[in-house]
């Protein structure tokens, strides 16, 4: 089945620096969504693209996706350490009523 | 608004024990259910969903089982636990196909 796979897995970066996350997936899709998990918390949904668009922001957000490679990155501009949290990616297939699947997740520390 | 409940918040069960978690939805009809598990530090293995009541599908073959008795409630059981078992497991809804997840607040599973 197909997977978004984060890379890196961890980063630390101080407060106001920016933070780019990347997901890279295997298979052709409806959209792609970015979720953040606080530890020991579930995972809220931050932003869905779809698979005709590029680049997308919400806030201090900004996501792209490249469909040629089968890649996207999640942008977090002028970090605070309330973003400290884990990013995942999940994928939604082109083909009909399967469930998203999740990446492994970037745990991202920023430093105060 | 829409709601999702999810309980216990925690858990310590001895091997081979029965084990029920619930989850249940406010706010909203014929919600696509899932359940996920976490293991410490890593992504989120899909375990079942469900589209309406009496369907769940199964993704991986194990030791637990998921029922759908009423539109807005899902539950996840096992006649007999393993120490494998343990994690954190998820709850989430969608609305349909191509919709972002809403995930309660999830339940850390501990087997001893």
């Known amino acids: 089945s197909q997977q978004g796979e984060e890379d890196p897995q961890a980063l630390s970066i101080q407060e106001g620096e920016n933070a780019t996350m990347n997901c890279s997936y295997k298979t052709s899709i409806n959209n792609l969504q970015w979720y953040r998990q606080n530890s020991g918390r579930g995972l809220v949904h931050l932003i869905l693209i779809r698979s005709n668009e590029r680049e997308k922001h919400s806030g201090r957000l900004r996501v792209t996706l490249d469909t040629s490679k089968k890649s996207s990155s999640l942008l977090i501009t002028a970090s605070r350490a309330a973003d400290t949290a884990s990013y995942f990616c999940a994928t939604d297939a082109l083909r009909g009523n399967t469930p998203l699947v999740f990446g492994k997740g970037t745990r991202l520390s920023v430093i105060a | 608004s829409q709601t999702i409940h999810q309980w216990p918040a925690t858990l310590v069960q001895p091997v081979g024990s029965p084990l029920s978690l619930e989850c249940t939805v406010e706010g909203t009809s014929n919600p696509n259910l899932y359940w996920y598990r976490q293991a410490a530090g890593r992504g989120l293995q899909l375990l079942f969903y469900?589209?309406?009541?009496?369907?769940i599908s199964s993704e991986v073959p194990q030791n637990l089982s998921a029922s759908r008795p009423q539109d807005r409630q899902f539950i996840l059981s096992s006649k007999k636990l393993l120490l494998s078992d343990s994690g954190f497991y998820l709850c989430?809804?969608?609305?349909?196909?191509?919709?972002?997840?809403?995930f309660g607040n999830g339940t850390r599973l501990t087997v001893t």
């Open positions: 469900s589209v309406g009541i009496g369907q």
């Open positions: 989430a809804w969608t609305g349909g196909q191509g919709s972002p997840l809403h």
